[in-house]
């Protein structure tokens, strides 16, 4: 889709906005600029380099799950987040919505398909130049105004050169990836379809998930497993490296308590095995990867185990003793910056202002999260280019309380340990009608608080100009 009607005007008198990377965060930065009619040239190492965990040169290549989680905007922050990006002309959510998958009440994508749909869709941009190359160091000073969105598998030569800038090191954490297994080497006399509670999604029919059902001894073996499996070993510089606790290996779970797994991603709670008529003693569920069919990933399943015992580990599982695996579990070294001491409420960098930060380096977590700040920034990027103040969305909208969280509204002034954070209805501020010692049942709340955010990001898209909508 080519710039509107009427920008060819603009284009000439307006300078261009550089966007380091072409993941989630700086492909929505680059198209939320050029719906404002400020030309971007756009830079992606891959495939000249590639990181630990990306697989081709896509645009928007999504590395672990393919779910971009809860759609159900009502009662969940990241639904929440998903319908307040749809309004803003989101290209993220957008793509995801034209290559769901089913998965319940979930926004899954064909992971290939959505990352193809970007990239064409930023390709045939006219205001977008793409560089296939990598940035070492800083910027050049000529550029004056640049978006990082260098992700969390940032290169180490760029990395090293924030530090000198900031005198600060950048905060890390381990990130793991759960492996993906062919549906066709799936024993379906043990393994059923549900989705949890029946839900229906928007793509499904409240039969999204395949459910592996481990009775008390399957899951203890299971464990034992798990816990004696040959484990990828961190070298000295990362063993202090805390994990994000929203994406723990599975094996790390069972380390903390044997039984933690079975009220995380085991949890057999609304499901019902039909061979015995009963709820399982616990549960694996598999959720569909592709637009075919045919890939299923093992939900909950990061892990570091090495490749051969993953294979050995995982055949345990009732239904998947035959399984094949499209992709083993991995482990990579996620990076972000130390953000509420280091960006200003623009997202800018106190050092060196001409750089704004966008996406998971910036310390939010989740695909969505990551597109949300990636919007964001292209929206500041975009108010300056055109000579107007950015103006920031309220904190009780669930981008403005993502931003918020970045930049230091909810740290007081000098507290460390900053961590990621996904989207959450504790980031945003309690409904004003509510007394703090009577506070309502929590399904009501979260209802009135997604009323309140869906009217207030409403009225600052109004204020701020909406942009035309996402198009691949």
Same mark, same amino acid.
């Given at each position: ?39 971007? $040239?756009?830079? /992606? ?5 590639? @990181?630990? =965990?990306? *697989?081709?040169?896509? +645009?928007?290549? #999504? &590395? ?44 899954? $994508?064909?992971? /290939? ?5 970007? @990239?064409? =869709?930023? *390709?045939?941009?006219? +205001?977008?130049? #793409? &560089? ?58 043990? *393994? ?281």
């Amino acid at each position: 889709m080519g710039p509107r009607a009427g920008y060819q005007f603009q284009v000439m008198s307006h300078s261009t906005v550089h966007v380091i990377g072409a993941g989630l965060a700086g492909s929505e930065a680059a198209w939320q600029l050029v719906r404002q009619g400020i030309p971007v $040239v756009l830079h /992606e190492m891959r495939p000249r380099r590639m @990181t630990e =965990a990306h *697989a081709g040169d896509g +645009l928007a290549e #999504l &590395v672990c799950s393919n779910s971009f989680r809860s759609d159900d905007a009502e009662n969940n922050a990241v639904g929440l987040l998903h319908a307040e990006m749809r309004q803003a002309g989101s290209l993220i959510l957008g793509a995801a919505d034209r290559h769901r998958v089913p998965a319940g009440s979930a926004l899954a $994508v064909d992971r /290939e398909g959505f990352s193809a749909a970007v @990239t064409q =869709a930023l *390709a045939a941009e006219p +205001l977008i130049t #793409l &560089v296939r190359d990598e940035v070492r160091g800083l910027p050049p000073a000529a550029w004056d105004q640049v978006i990082v969105a260098t992700g969390p598998l940032t290169s180490p030569d760029f990395a090293a050169a924030l530090q000198t800038l900031t005198g600060s090191e950048a905060l890390a954490f381990f990130d793991a990836i759960a492996p993906i297994v062919h549906k066709d080497s799936i024993d379906f006399d043990k *393994a059923w379809l549900q989705s949890r509670y029946d839900k229906v999604g928007p793509e499904g029919d409240g039969a999204d998930y395949i459910n592996c059902p481990l009775d008390k001894a399957a899951y203890e073996g299971l464990v034992d497993a798990m816990l004696g499996a040959d484990k990828i070993e961190f070298r000295d510089w990362e063993k202090k490296t805390p994990y994000f606790e929203g994406c723990l290996p599975i094996e790390v779970m069972a380390e903390r308590g044997r039984e933690t797994p079975r009220f995380g991603p085991m949890k057999p709670v609304g499901l019902t095995d039909p061979r015995t008529g009963r709820r399982s003693h616990a549960v694996v569920q598999l959720r569909q990867d592709n637009a075919l069919g045919t890939l299923y990933n093992m939900v909950g399943f990061q892990t570091k185990l090495r490749h051969g015992d993953q294979r050995r580990v995982f055949r345990l599982i009732p239904g998947l003793e035959g399984a094949e695996f499209a992709r083993y579990g991995g482990i990579h070294r996620n990076t972000f910056l130390n953000s509420p001491v280091l960006l200003d409420p623009l997202l800018r960098l106190r050092a060196e202002p001409r750089m704004r930060f966008a996406g998971q380096i910036t310390g939010v977590e989740g695909y969505v999260e990551s597109a949300a700040i990636g919007l964001i920034a292209g929206r500041f990027a975009a108010a300056e280019r055109l000579g107007r103040a950015p103006a920031p969305p309220p904190t009780t909208t669930a981008l403005g309380a993502l931003l918020s969280h970045v930049t230091g509204g909810h740290l007081p002034a000098g507290v460390g340990g900053f961590q990621p954070m996904n989207i959450n209805f504790g980031l945003l501020p309690p409904l004003a009608d509510e007394p703090a010692d009577k506070r309502r049942g929590r399904a009501p709340r979260k209802q009135a608080m997604t009323r309140r955010a869906l009217a207030d990001v409403a009225a600052w898209l109004a204020t701020v100009g909406v942009g035309a909508a996402g198009s691949s």
